[in-house]
């Protein structure tokens, strides 16, 4: 059985005659992650702080597990666990203060405040951090706490402001991984604008584009506009136009910089492949590198943004 | 209500977590010693010399309203640097999220502060209070009018507080709250000099005129509900400009 932890319809905010948000609407299941994509600007964090209650909607609603955030917000606010773009940490506190304060404030009941420092901290990695003052933390280290902090009371739904911020390669991979694990109970909605991030956490992605959504899917359907129909091939002794157009399945030979893009009428299976490099092999091309030409995510990317400018 | 001293208890601990609290403590406290001592020596001078019995005063009218007087001058400019970061300084390192994201109600937050803060002014109520009745030693002290004038002193600090935390929301930068709350302070508390006449409103809006008889050993309920009414108005304009946040953006 699917729940739904987050209904959002028709949400809008304008700020004066600038309609920064522009009738989003959507909806998550328990149990998924969600991906908000967008330049800068495009309204992501604004939509996020409509979802969190931090401002307030000049039209639309936000549901979280059933519960109206306007008209509840108290209710509603507990089933949230927001990290917003700066970390919100009390630079005199340690962290273990500033944790535990985070419990009490989202309502853990006294006597089970310290062992919820003690399991966030773990899955964070701040086991060491403990007796430290936030003030004296690298920037990486603040960001594990503002995701701790979000994480303490396990809300429903966890709303992230590009969590991998200011995070070395080798942490950026430990909070994925985290992302993808709090995926399993909770509904997780993250804002970035690094592609492939996108690509390894998300179930579901959503572009927004000057305050509109521009695509919603899942994302696997993203992945495949990215794949295409060519090969882009390399040989040192390239044979005639004529003689690649023969293999099976060849459409179109075109050059591509130093090397060829073969398009295929039809790329199902792998047999177009294999039979090329059995062309090369017999024909001593000089065949030294065959690649799918994979449009890049930030070319599907501007395509989607794009496409929004010329039809407005 | 476990929210509000959930955050006061926070802003307890980040009020000793700065050497702020701790010098304004020892500050007053080597302030009002020495005023205290001061006046008992003024006290024997008076009384030493050839004085009619009519006019001779008790020990506790003579000193103890002095001191309160003192104190709250130096509460006038102790509080506004209390209060200026509690909501300015949220405000600059946006850890305001924080507490708005939380399931506590903006009412909640507000008074939490106000209550963190004014437990650290008891404090200094307090240690005021065991210093006048430490007198209770050489003389009889009239317990009662030093119980008025710590309750005045006490209501005094807290319609500073509530006007600093009001201020406090109005800006990012903690110190122009700072000097917008001293200089409307200051300007409630004299206001009264300004009015002409005896029946000006003006003397009614001073914070002074309602102090005094407290200092004097009167307990009036106009007075008591001026700085009850004070308070909570400037509380009230608090929560209703960080509701305005959330509105406006």
């Known amino acids: 059985m699917t729940t739904v932890t987050v209904e959002v319809s028709e949400l809008t905010r304008a700020y004066g005659d600038n309609k ?53 917000p108290k209710e509603a606010k507990a089933l949230i666990g927001y990290l917003p773009e700066t970390p919100p940490l009390y630079k005199e506190l340690t962290v273990d203060e500033m944790l535990a304060l985070a419990a009490r404030m989202h309502g853990v009941p006294r006597g089970k405040v310290k062992r919820a420092v003690d399991h966030v901290k773990e899955r964070t990695g701040l086991t060491e951090m403990g007796k430290r003052l936030c003030e004296n933390l690298s920037t990486g280290y603040q960001q594990r706490v503002g995701i701790a902090q979000a994480i303490i009371h396990s809300p429903m739904v966890v709303v992230l402001d590009e969590p991998t911020r200011g995070l070395d390669p080798i942490q950026i991979k430990d909070i994925r991984a985290l992302i993808k694990e709090l995926g399993g109970e909770h509904s997780v909605i993250l804002s970035t604008h690094i592609l492939p991030e996108v690509e390894m956490v998300c179930d579901h992605v959503q572009i927004i584009h000057q305050g509109q959504l521009v695509f919603s899917g899942e994302i696997d359907q993203l992945r495949k506009s990215r794949e295409s129909d060519c090969l882009v091939v390399g040989m040192r002794r390239a044979p005639a136009t004529d003689a690649l157009l023969a293999l099976p399945g060849v459409v179109e030979a075109s050059p591509a910089g130093n090397l060829l893009r073969l398009r295929f009428a039809d790329m199902a299976g792998d047999a177009v492949a294999e039979s090329l490099v059995r062309a090369a092999v017999a024909g001593d091309w000089g065949l030294y590198q065959v690649a799918p030409d994979v449009a890049s995510l930030e070319d599907v990317f501007l395509q989607l943004t794009q496409m929004e400018e010329v039809a407005a | ?74 509460l006038l400019t102790a509080v506004p640097l209390l209060t200026m970061r509690l909501i300015a300084e949220e405000r600059k390192s946006q850890t305001l999220v924080f507490l708005f994201s939380a399931p506590v109600s903006l009412f909640e937050i507000v008074v939490g502060k106000f209550v963190g803060l004014m437990t650290f002014i008891s404090v200094v109520v307090l240690l005021l209070m065991a210093m006048t009745l430490s007198m209770h ?12 004038n710590a309750l005045g002193m006490w209501l005094m600090a807290a319609a500073f507080s509530a006007l600093g935390i009001f201020m406090s929301s109005l800006t990012q930068q903690p110190i ?74």
């Open chain 2, 176 to 249: 122009i709250a700072a000097i917008i709350s001293f200089i409307a302070l200051l300007g409630l508390i004299i206001i009264d000099s300004f009015a002409a006449d005896p029946e000006s409103p003006l003397n009614y809006l001073s914070l002074m005129r309602h102090f005094e008889p407290l200092s004097s050993g009167m307990l009036n309920t106009a007075d008591i509900a001026y700085f009850i009414l004070f308070t909570a108005t400037f509380l009230v304009l608090t929560v209703r400009r960080l509701d305005a946040d959330r509105l406006r953006g």
């Open chain 2, 1 to 74: 209500m476990k929210m509000i001293l959930t955050i006061a208890g926070k802003e307890l601990r980040s009020l000793f977590a700065s050497p702020m609290a701790w010098v304004i403590l020892a500050m007053l406290q080597l302030l009002l010693g020495l005023f205290f001592a001061n006046g008992i020596d003024r006290y024997f001078e008076a009384m030493q010399g050839a004085m009619p019995p009519e006019q001779r005063m008790g020990f506790t009218a003579f000193v103890v309203p002095q001191v309160f007087g003192v104190a709250v001058l130096v």
């Open chain 2, 137 to 148: 030693v050489a003389t009889d002290i009239d317990t009662a009018h030093v119980l008025t």
């Open chain 1, 20 to 72: 920064v948000v522009r009738e989003v609407s959507f909806n998550l299941n328990k149990g998924e992650v969600l991906g908000f994509l967008g330049p800068n600007g495009a309204g992501k964090s604004t939509t996020m702080k409509m979802l969190t209650g931090n401002l307030a909607p000049t039209s639309g609603t936000v549901k979280i597990c059933g519960i109206d955030m306007i008209e509840n």
